[in-house]
């Protein structure tokens, strides 16, 4: 399928508006007046005009991939797989035009920015491949008969991806649902409303039209989509809030949801760390990408041994870091993504400074144009502290300490979140005690991020519900069926 309109960059560059949508294999000019301001984070400035689509355009866009899914699901897995293998190569090669739209929408650093487009393309390799896996399984039922447990796709999933790090949540929502045989509408965030555009329109070039369709929009727009009643599944990453309203509108009229929600991260820093290694850690989880990731570290317990020796450390890390230098990932932090997220970290600073918190650096939001918010570490932090109880989403380490592992353990199993936890440690049975004892969907021993592919984990309570990753994802984005056969009397 070839797409004929502008490409995102010459957008910005023509007028700075956004008011197109593609569906069944047409970019279509949006009908709709409403308008929707977007700011660039690094200078305040009136960046982007976005048109988002109306009740009718996603009705539209539904009906368009309900059309398209009965000769989607027969598609071979084979031909699917391929179509995502020629979308990642879209991606990779569109690498650093993807990476400056992201630093220019959300402010997140250039070079990051590119390897988030990377990362995306390796997603839709990936499932090329485990797609072409295991789709059901055989019974062993009564001789003469064959009994099979079939997975298929649900038909039209509703993919609604956030703005932090799109390129990833995107990519890796689609692939699972695309190679799985279900046909999409794909709803991107309106924070970072060019990058969605832009990575939906790739993936979409590669596919039959009408398999996967972006409307542009807003939280009004990810309503109606949710509504709609041929929308089977809805898959969603964003916020717990927004995950809650989609649960809710889905559920009651039966379709199915998977959703990773917001966090609010520990690391456990146990006794005999390196403090050196321990405060890098930290900074690596609070302060990448301003602290707006969902994992990001947003609650830090330090074991009272080596508490002044870390934080000595960490304090060093952050003033060392260049508020406003984007363009140099080792020492740059870019902003925040918009003065409504600033606001959300300079109310739970100020809040904790005000009930006994210790500002050692930061804590002041500066002046000038843009959202910028300097790394910022509180010490004495206590557990009624919003910056410990509700997601901040800013360069904030927010440290309490502890006497020793255990009450750090229980402190850090505490809370309404469960996406990930981090424990350094050089003893391993504290370690295996938090492997086990945590009650999140991710546990990281001795390294604030990483892991390897294929990996899958349920996020926890307030952090969503369903595989997020993996190939329990792609099972998520199947439904089974039985299937029992046996021969015609006298066949």
Wanted: aromatic content about 2%; glycine content about 12%.
């Amino acid at each position: 399928m070839t797409l004929t309109s502008a490409t995102p960059q010459q957008q910005i560059a023509a007028g700075s508006r956004l008011a197109e949508h593609l569906v069944d294999g047409h970019v279509r000019p949006a009908a709709g007046d409403r308008e929707v301001l977007r700011v660039a984070p690094t200078t305040g400035e009136p960046a982007l005009v976005l048109v988002p689509a109306t009740a009718a355009e996603v009705t539209e866009a539904v009906t368009a991939a309900d059309a398209a899914r009965a000769a989607w699901r027969r598609t071979a897995p084979g031909e699917r797989a391929a179509a995502l293998r020629a979308a990642a190569a879209a991606v990779r090669s569109e690498a650093d035009v993807l990476g400056a739209e992201l630093c220019a929408a959300t402010g997140r650093l250039l070079g990051q920015s590119v390897e988030s487009a990377l990362v995306a393309a390796d997603l839709l390799d990936e499932a090329a491949t485990t797609g072409l896996g295991a789709t059901g399984r055989t019974l062993a039922g009564a001789g003469g008969a064959l009994d099979v447990v079939r997975r298929e796709p649900h038909g039209v999933v509703a993919v609604i991806t956030p703005w932090n790090d799109p390129y990833p949540a995107a990519a890796g929502l689609l692939a699972a649902a695309l190679v799985t045989g279900n046909t999409v509408v794909h709803k991107p965030s309106e924070r970072s409303a060019v990058p969605g555009w832009h990575l939906g329109r790739l993936v979409a070039e590669a596919l039959p039209a009408g398999v996967l369709n972006v409307v542009n929009g807003d939280g009004a727009t990810g309503q109606a989509l949710v509504e709609d009643p041929r929308v089977a599944l809805v898959a969603q990453v964003g916020s717990t809030a927004t995950g809650r309203r989609i649960a809710a509108t889905a559920g009651a009229r039966g379709a199915r949801v998977l959703r990773e929600n917001g966090g609010k991260d520990p690391i456990l820093v146990d006794a005999g760390v390196d403090p050196a290694w321990a405060a890098g850690q930290i900074a690596t989880g609070a302060f990448t990408n301003t602290g707006q990731l969902c994992t990001s570290v947003e609650r830090v317990y330090l074991h009272e041994q080596v508490a002044d020796a870390v934080l000595a450390e960490l304090v060093a890390i952050a003033e060392a870091l260049v508020v406003g230098a984007p363009d140099d990932p080792a020492t740059g932090l870019g902003p925040l993504v918009d003065a409504e997220q600033r606001a959300v970290v300079e109310a739970h600073v100020s809040g904790a400074l005000a009930a006994g918190a210790r500002a050692l650096t930061g804590g002041t939001t500066p002046e000038g144009p843009g959202t910028y918010y300097p790394p910022t570490v509180l010490d004495g932090c206590t557990a009624d502290m919003a910056v410990l109880t509700e997601e901040t989403f800013g360069p904030v380490a927010a440290v309490t300490r502890v006497r020793d592992f255990d009450e750090g353990l229980r402190l850090a199993s505490a809370g309404r979140y469960g996406l990930a936890a981090t424990v350094l440690t050089p003893d391993l049975e504290h370690a295996l005690r938090a492997a086990d004892e945590l009650e999140v969907g991710t546990v990281k021993i001795n390294a604030v991020f990483g892991g390897a592919p294929g990996g899958s984990a349920d996020p926890r309570r307030d952090s969503g519900a369903g595989a997020g990753y993996g190939p329990d994802l792609l099972a998520a984005m199947t439904v089974l069926k039985a299937v029992h056969l046996e021969p015609a009397p006298g066949a």
